[in-house]
């Protein structure tokens, strides 16, 4: 008896919702927009432009997606992404401070958005201003422990629900990042000759810290 009442309150397989629907606030659409636009644009202009048109709403739609997800994630730890992107790179950063203009110039965030956004996390002792060692005319933001906490707990957060859940294999993802980091260098998106140069120097100082 039990079992059959089990049996009769099982969702048919096409009555359950797909591992992708999971997250909440967005909808499948009906149609792939696309594929659909692909055509349409197939029908009237140049294949280059019709699938340049796909490349972009394809990111597009596969940002609005995801930031969807995401923003949920930000939303349960009273963060914008924008804060949380802060905190992040101050939680990882060696010394756990940066200058304010470091922060405008490589988060593409408006130098008056990012006072805005120290302005609030400093209300919430999340991070705190300090004078440079060096510099007598720069400030830096410094996270304090309870920032550094509330960064961890959402970027465990992010990991577990976005990250490690994107629907792709990770030779898909590493695919993918390649072609996307060439779309980002042909349009001079980052610093070609000196990314590298940057990114080992960024390792080292992280080695040295935890060598101290």
Do not use: C
């Not at 963060?79 to 949380?84: I, Q």
């Amino acid at each position: 008896m039990g079992s059959s009442v089990a049996r009769s309150q099982r969702k048919p397989e096409s009555d359950r919702p797909s591992p992708n629907s999971r997250r909440v606030g967005f909808r499948a659409a009906p149609f792939d927009v696309v594929e659909a636009s692909r055509r349409v644009w197939l029908e009237r202009w140049e294949p280059e432009a019709a699938s340049g048109m796909a490349v972009f709403t394809a990111i597009l739609r596969s940002y609005q997606l995801l930031n969807d997800q995401v923003a949920s994630v930000m939303r349960s730890h009273d963060l914008s992404f924008a804060r949380y992107e802060v905190l992040a790179w101050l939680a990882t950063d060696p010394e756990s401070a940066l200058t304010l203009s470091w922060i405008s110039k490589t988060l593409r965030i408006p130098p008056a958005t990012v006072t805005n956004i120290i302005d609030r996390l400093e209300e919430e002792n999340l991070v705190r201003r300090v004078p440079h060692p060096s510099e007598a005319r720069t400030t830096l933001a410094e996270i304090t422990p309870r920032g550094r906490k509330i960064a961890m707990d959402a970027t465990q957060d992010l990991n577990s629900i976005v990250y490690e859940r994107i629907g792709l294999s990770e030779q898909q993802r590493g695919r993918l990042v390649d072609l996307l980091a060439q779309l980002r260098a042909n349009g001079n998106e980052f610093d070609t000759e000196r990314s590298n140069e940057v990114i080992q120097e960024l390792g080292a100082r992280e080695a040295r810290k935890r060598g101290a």
